[in-house]
């Protein structure tokens, strides 16, 4: 506890400043948790208990595609080319042949994108159960005593926010799978047998079209599990979940906006990490709590972490600031504060 305290530099008068009403004393068990989980990350691996193994190896499963994901996404170039050729010169066959050999594969990597998204959610319902049941008395003791799915739930808000901010500047994921729909559509009109027409099936491309119509795929997915987690979890006090959430975005805010705290990371990827564990948990958090992140009765320093992200290269937050902007569920509300909405306009 000294540690931190004198690590941070913060008096007792300063307290408040950085846990927006929280006690000190009580967070900062778990800051010293999150601090070395984030400081260790890519060096250290949090191993699980007996407790944590059998929902750990879980999701340890989804985990170690997650990379290759990203690598497959940021490869993504698209058949960009090969259809405007095509559309353009409807009468050649040759070129609408080239274009549709050049779309079916790309369409096989969509597909695969999206069915990782089901995983990835099935993934965060086993961590929400564990780390918000009533084996604890709080959340405290929760995060304390499940580190590795503590670290879990922080990789998969990483590589979901990393998805979304690839997918945003890539706009030829939607056309090229918008070329192949209405080209698949023409075929089956004109009784022309299709390569790679079993690749989707109509019903799967509806749901796969309407994954990627989302500005945020990946983080509406993680959105809607959230929120269906709880409602079919009466039983456990919403509390459980929404305090697990608020605790993580204070502790990534008071570790990104404290010089002493800030100095120590070892790289920009722990700071990116960082961030975008703190955007992913107010997302969450603004889709389960019945008023939202942005209410004044919000256990999350709104004002603070919005703050924090503004004061970052902002090539490097655009996209977690979109993500603030057009994919949260209160944003918009009467309630929500003037000031907080001007520092997202």
């Known amino acids: 506890l000294n540690f931190i305290k004198f690590s ?10 950085y846990t927006n009403g929280l006690d000190f004393n009580q967070i900062c068990p778990v800051v010293t948790l999150w601090l070395l989980l984030l400081w260790l990350l890519s060096s250290v691996d949090a191993q699980p208990t007996d407790a944590e193994r059998e929902v750990w190896d879980q999701v340890d499963v989804v985990l170690k595609d ?4 990203l690598d497959e996404l940021q490869a993504y170039k698209g058949a960009g080319q090969e259809i405007r050729e095509a ?10 042949e080239q274009a549709w050999a050049a779309v ?3 369409v096989g990597k969509l597909k695969k994108f999206y069915q990782f998204s089901q995983r990835l959610e099935a993934a965060l319902h086993s961590l929400l159960g564990a780390l918000t049941s009533e084996t604890y008395d709080d959340t405290t003791q929760h995060l304390e ?3 590795a799915l503590a670290k879990q739930f922080a990789e998969i808000l990483h590589f979901t926010l990393r998805f979304d901010e690839l997918k945003m500047t890539n706009p030829a994921i939607q056309n090229d799978f918008s070329y192949y729909r209405r080209t698949l559509s023409r075929m089956r009109i004109n009784n022309v047998p299709a390569e790679g027409e079993n690749e989707v099936n109509n019903e799967l491309a509806n749901r ?5 119509a989302d500005a945020t795929p990946m983080l509406k997915t993680l959105s809607d599990g959230t ?7 009466k039983n456990l006090p919403i509390e459980n979940t929404t305090d697990c959430l608020s605790t993580m975005a204070t502790v990534c805010k008071v570790m990104l906006e404290t010089p002493e705290y800030r100095s120590r990371f070892t790289s920009e990827e722990t700071v990116s990490f960082c961030l975008r564990v703190m955007v992913g948990v107010i997302i969450l958090y603004d889709y389960v709590h019945p008023v939202g992140a942005f209410a004044k009765s919000s256990k999350i320093d709104m004002k603070g972490c919005i703050k924090v992200l503004k004061d970052q290269p902002p090539n490097s937050v655009e996209g977690l600031l979109n993500a603030l902007r057009y994919t949260t569920k209160h944003l918009n509300d009467e309630s929500t504060n003037k000031t907080i909405k001007s520092m997202l306009q």
């Open 227 to 233: 929120t269906k987690f709880v409602s079919e979890n």
């Open 8 to 17: 941070l530099n913060i008096q007792p008068s300063q307290h408040s400043q």
């Open 66 to 69: 997650a990379k290759g994901i």
């Open 145 to 147: 005593r499940e580190q």
């Open 87 to 96: 559309i353009q010169n409807p009468s050649d066959e040759a070129l609408q």
């Open 104 to 106: 079916v594969p790309l």
């Open 208 to 212: 796969i079209s309407l994954f990627y």
